[in-house]
């Protein structure tokens, strides 16, 4: 009589590799892989970049994990590369882990790769979620750039008006008759005359009242 054995190979599921942030930098990029990772627990994000726009909650398939410390540059973070072999997505938190942006599908990315952009504050510390589209994982390869944020030139100020100059003050002064000066004569109807005014016309005072202009 023959022994039959039968041998059972038990092939244990591979459990989530756990996602442990890694740094990125300006001018860097990244070759990975999401298959087996963890997914992410944060909020949802609102696909402002693709021009149909949309809610991006963690995907199914594992998400790969980066930080990136603000550089007050643009930031511009794409999958449209040729080693990314799925759909991607990318999300982007600040150290509150509010969603600043977030795309599915780049524009002019083929394969429903993503790219996004933003400006990133100086000295705060943003993470960077790289998933796929519902359950989808797999490698990718992730560029990131940094370009310096144009700021238009100030207005040129306006130049302060000299401050009027003063006119000469006019005083009435008292002078003794005759005599021949060069001043305003006012007379008794207001009449101003820029003449040379001949004092012995007022023979019948001692003292004639002249309105004489100060230079």
Request: net charge negative; with cysteine; proline share 8%.
């Amino acid at each position: 009589m023959k022994n039959l054995f039968l041998f059972i190979i038990y092939q244990p599921t591979p459990q989530p590799v756990s996602n442990t942030p890694s740094l990125l930098t300006c001018g860097s990029t990244v070759v990975d892989d999401t298959t087996n990772l963890q997914s992410d627990a944060l909020p949802n994000c609102q696909d402002v970049q693709d021009g149909v726009g949309g809610s991006l909650g963690s995907g199914l398939g594992g998400t790969r994990m980066y930080t990136f410390l603000g550089t007050g540059e643009r930031i511009t973070l794409s999958t449209c590369n040729p080693r990314t072999a799925f759909d991607t997505k990318i999300r982007i938190y600040d150290d509150s882990e509010t969603c600043i942006a977030g795309n599915d599908d780049g524009i002019g990315c083929s394969g429903f790769r993503s790219r996004v952009n933003f400006v990133a504050e100086e000295g705060v510390e943003y993470q960077f979620a790289l998933d796929g589209y519902r359950s989808a994982s797999g490698a990718f390869e992730l560029s990131i750039d940094c370009e310096a944020v144009s700021t238009p030139n100030p207005p040129t100020p306006k130049p302060t008006p000299n401050p009027p100059t003063p006119s000469s003050p006019t005083t009435f002064v008292s002078v003794p008759c005759p005599g021949n000066f060069d001043c305003f004569q006012n007379n008794d109807f207001g009449n101003q005359d820029n003449s040379r005014y001949n004092i012995d016309m007022c023979k019948s005072v001692n003292m004639c009242a002249i309105m004489i202009e100060c230079k």
